[in-house]
């Protein structure tokens, strides 16, 4: 069974590698796009999937981490890679420790609440005061590029080099978060989804437990909005709005809670949902309205999937065998 | 600020917090009751809105007649609702109710595209309720925001009457605090269940109709009003009717001052109340059932 999974993530992986070879302009952005979006999925994953902590505002990191990208590059020049991505990455892990270190009093949906509370409180302050430039944003004239000893080694204002360092990116962030949990400390996040009274009950001081998770929740997300600020040149106030967070959360239920897979699943399935349904091609005058076919498939998902996506194939394998399903 | 102003500024709270108590009181009602997110409520305030301006000339325009015929379907699509969509969450963790209801949102909102279109339309207030009263010299305000209030207070007092003094109540409130016992004793709560939601969607809608003249009629008007209101559900404490009335009127008053007094941070003020009100008390200001 292991091996099985380990060939499927290695076949997504070779086909994430090779897409660029059959398709356009306009394939390579989507999919860098969604790859993106599948990186903040998987920063998600870490506090909803699998230390319980239902996170309603992880577009605070995605998006401060973007405003940090454009911020701190100079202005005619480059920025250098080395500095730039992990001093974005910082912004997202301090702005989400100060904010798991308040929220974390509290629970259930109050904790969701806070969350968004200091999700807005990010977001007002890019939105209104003279350091974020208002509602329109602020551009990035200069994409940063990573050099050693003079020689370029990556310039990120090519599709091309943006595409498979993002993709770089997520498999970074796959194999830390895989490697992490399987880890002592993984599973100790574990445990406190489970039950966090018998974990305290064992001697663990869960507090300082969650808290690690917040910050590395915020920098994975950080990554992704320095991807994302680099990949479109600009960032707005829309960035951190709670519809993203919540954008973010519907691809991690929609793919399966509870598997690193599922959430890279769901950011493609969301994604790829959203093409289909704004196909001409296919709907012809009901493109217009592809929220309704989204929103449909969204409602049938919850209804005939309960487990999410990563359900379907226990689902058919189950049935061919005609065994019962286990809970 | 002199005294004119004040006085208008004061009213303007207390109407922006009525209309939010309407939304979310049904909102927590759901939630503490049947233990369902649900993330669609401010849709039906959205439906409320474009009732209001889409019944009228089928009507023939009277506004009251618009209202009563909207309340009628409002309760047919909570019911149905209920049935086919809500009836079979009740089981599953929150996070799929989420998702649900979020699916439900996409939906509303294509669909009143579809109808309606997208364009923002007003809705003119009855004659009677037209015209406004002088407070001061230079200061008027409208009748009809004055109406607002007076509907959502004979609502909010109603709803204490039905919760607090009518069988129907009771078993609603038993309901809430053990299902399996009240099932037990021979109560449908399936049906309860059914009649709980249907009420919140037609207190959402009746919202909706209400203020439609003041805040005229626009695509999105759903999503704004939902995270607000499940800001006064979690201030107030979910499942409590007297928090969350508590709650929306705290809300309408920082949210209006705030915008008067501090114009640059008004957005920001509802945030760092909540945060604040629930760092200091982690369960909001009325724990359900105290």
Sequence with gaps: ????????????????????????????????????????????????GTTGLVCFGQAAFFGLAGYAAVKLSPDKDSASLWWLLPACMAVGAAYALFMGALSLRTKGVYFIMVTLAFAQMAYYLVHDTPLGGGTDGIYLYVKPVAEIGGTLLLDLDKPMALYYFVLGSLVASF???????????????????????????????????????????????????????????????????????????????????????????????????????????????????????????????????????????????????????VR | MDLATFLVQCLNSLQ???????????????????????????????????MAYALAPLVGGGFFVTLLLGLVLAVLLGYVLEWAFFSFLYQREHLQQVLMTYGLILVFEELRSIVVGDDVHGVKPPDWLGGSIALGDLMTYPVYRLFISAVCLALAAFMWFVLARTRLGMTIRAGASNREMVQSLGIDIQFLY?????????????????????????????????????????????????????????????????????????????????????????????????
């Excluded at chain 1, 399987?182 to 039950?195: E, K, P, T, Y």
């Excluded at chain 2, 233990?35 to 474009?50: C, D, R, T």
């Excluded at chain 2, 037609?202 to 805040?215: C, D, T, Y």
């Design chain 1, 1 to 48: 069974m292991m091996n099985g999974r380990l060939v499927s993530t290695l076949i997504g992986v070779l086909a994430l590698a090779l897409w660029p070879l059959v398709t356009g302009s306009f394939g390579v952005d989507l999919v860098t796009k969604t790859m993106i979006y599948a990186i903040v999925a998987l920063s998600l994953e870490l506090l909803v």
């Design chain 2, 194 to 290: 059914r009649v709980v939601f249907a009420a919140g969607v037609a207190i959402a809608v009746l919202a909706g109709m209400v203020a439609a003249p003041v805040s005229s009629v626009y695509p999105g008007m759903g999503n704004q009003v939902l995270i607000i209101c499940f800001v006064v559900v979690v201030i107030g404490g979910i499942g409590s009717i007297r928090g969350a009335l508590l709650a929306a009127l705290l809300i309408g008053f920082v949210d209006t001052f705030g915008k008067v007094v501090f114009p640059q941070a008004a957005g920001v003020l509802v945030y760092v109340l909540m945060a604040l009100i629930l760092l200091w008390k982690p369960d909001g200001l009325f724990k359900a059932g105290s």
């Design chain 1, 175 to 325: 194999v830390f978060l895989a490697l992490l949990l399987r880890s002592r400390f993984g599973r100790a996040l574990a445990g406190v989804r489970v039950n966090e009274q018998r974990m305290r009950a064992t001697g663990f001081s869960t507090y300082p437990y969650k808290l690690a998770a917040f910050a590395l929740s915020g920098a994975i997300a950080g990554l992704g909005g320095f991807l994302f600020a680099v990949k479109d040149g600009f960032v707005n106030p829309e960035l951190l709005s709670w519809h993203f967070s919540g954008a973010v959360l519907i691809m991690i239920i929609l793919g399966g809670l509870g598997h690193l897979r599922g959430a890279v699943i769901g950011a493609f399935a969301f994604a790829l949902l959203q093409e289909l349904f704004k196909s001409e091609a296919v709907f012809g005058v009901f493109a217009k309205h592809w929220l309704l076919g989204l929103g449909l498939a969204i409602i049938a998902s919850v209804a005939l999937l309960p487990r999410g996506l990563i359900g379907v194939g226990e689902l058919l394998t189950h049935r061919l065998r005609r065994t019962p399903r």
């Design chain 2, 16 to 50: 922006y917090g009525l209309l939010l108590f309407l939304v979310a009181s049904g909102l927590t009602l759901i939630f503490g009751i049947m233990g369902v997110i649900n993330l669609a409520h401010g849709s039906f305030y959205m439906i409320g809105a474009y």
